[in-house]
């Protein structure tokens, strides 16, 4: 296993989880969905000594994207998705943020083919595309240290709601089986909403699969 370090701080109206992963003793993270209050967010990060060196989008609903644009202004980071997510991120009637009272579009700076990798701060991730939640939702893993980011695909339990644009059930069931539940038992996932689990777990518990 690797030295990666995973932090978590809950924002927005829908209690959105994101995530900061470092290494240990170094100071620039990568931040997972800037939910809502990207300056709290910003400043959070840089009264523990951490810097933004990159914001990972697992999808653009407008409960996960809220603070990117301050974020980014604040922190000079570059933001990075999955290139098939494109119409949502940039959609304001498709990501939902339109009728949650703030309308609200991110254009990614770097939009990740499926299986593509990420690297920036000593760190390197791989973008795993999980179409159903959204047309273009993705997990990111770090395959050394036994990390997978979820977002809204797989949750302790459960999955990721289908109901809003693009979504689909039988696309995000395929996905978890497919992507998600090959990946090692001990792999450690980190949702969007509520609490870790492992794929392990999931594989005995989650009535959804």
């Not at 990159?54 to 409960?63: M, R």
């Not at 920036?120 to 273009?136: D, E, V």
Request: hydrophobic share 35%.
């Amino acid at each position: 296993m690797g030295n990666l370090k995973i932090g978590r701080i809950v924002m927005g109206m829908c209690q959105t989880n994101c995530y900061f992963v470092y290494e240990e003793d170094k100071t620039e993270v990568l931040l997972f969905d800037p939910a809502d209050k990207g300056g709290y967010i910003y400043s959070s990060l840089k009264d523990k000594g951490f810097t933004v060196a990159a914001i990972l989008l697992t999808h653009g609903h407008f409960d996960h994207i809220w603070g990117v644009r301050e974020l980014q202004e604040l922190s000079g980071a570059k933001v990075y998705a999955y290139e098939g997510e494109k119409e949502v991120c940039e959609n304001a009637s498709v990501n939902v943020s339109k009728s949650a009272g703030r309308a609200c579009e991110i254009t990614a700076d770097e939009y990740v083919k499926d299986g593509g990798t990420i690297s920036t701060a000593g760190m390197t991730c791989q973008l795993i595309a999980t179409p159903g939640h959204t047309k273009g939702s993705c997990c990111y893993y770090f395959e050394e240290d036994g990390i997978l980011i979820s977002g809204d695909t797989l949750f302790q339990e459960s999955v990721g709601r289908t109901d809003l644009p693009t979504g689909s059930m039988s696309a995000l069931v395929r996905s978890v089986k497919e992507k998600l539940m090959v990946l090692p038992e001990d792999v450690k996932v980190y949702p969007g909403h509520g609490e870790s689990t492992t794929i392990g777990y999931e594989k005995e518990n989650n009535p959804f699969l």
